[in-house]
């Protein structure tokens, strides 16, 4: 069955860095592609950037371009985000979706 959980969301200062984790209970994520999407307070969910299922290519929304960088560990089906030079309007609930499933999310809060 599977069952996307995010984790190591957090409070950050501006400038500071988290890595968030997805991991699959169902060992699927080796098998599919998968990406980050994040809903910052009072917006729309947005996507954030995403990475092909052997891991080889990835890509970016404008606004994390060069800041973020998504990974993937196929033999722990687990994906990362690794989030640098944190920003106040990065501050969002952050969720990892694979085709047909998210997951419930974390938060990220980037104080100025």
């Known amino acids: 069955q599977v069952s996307l959980v995010e984790s190591g969301g957090g409070l950050v200062q501006a400038g500071g860095s988290l890595r968030l984790s997805c991991a699959d209970s169902?060992?699927?994520?080796?098998?599919?592609?998968m990406g980050w999407f994040r809903r910052a307070p009072g917006k729309e969910r947005e996507f954030v950037g995403g990475?092909?299922?052997?891991?080889?290519?990835?890509t970016y929304a404008d606004s994390v371009k060069g800041r973020f960088t998504i990974s993937k560990d196929n033999t722990e089906n687990t994906a990362y985000l690794q989030m640098n030079n944190l920003r106040p309007e990065d501050t969002a609930i952050y969720y990892c979706h694979r085709p047909d499933y998210w997951g419930k999310g974390t938060l990220v809060t980037v104080s100025s």
């Open positions: 990475i092909t299922w052997r891991g080889t290519t990835t």
């Open positions: 169902g060992h699927t994520l080796s098998k599919y592609n």
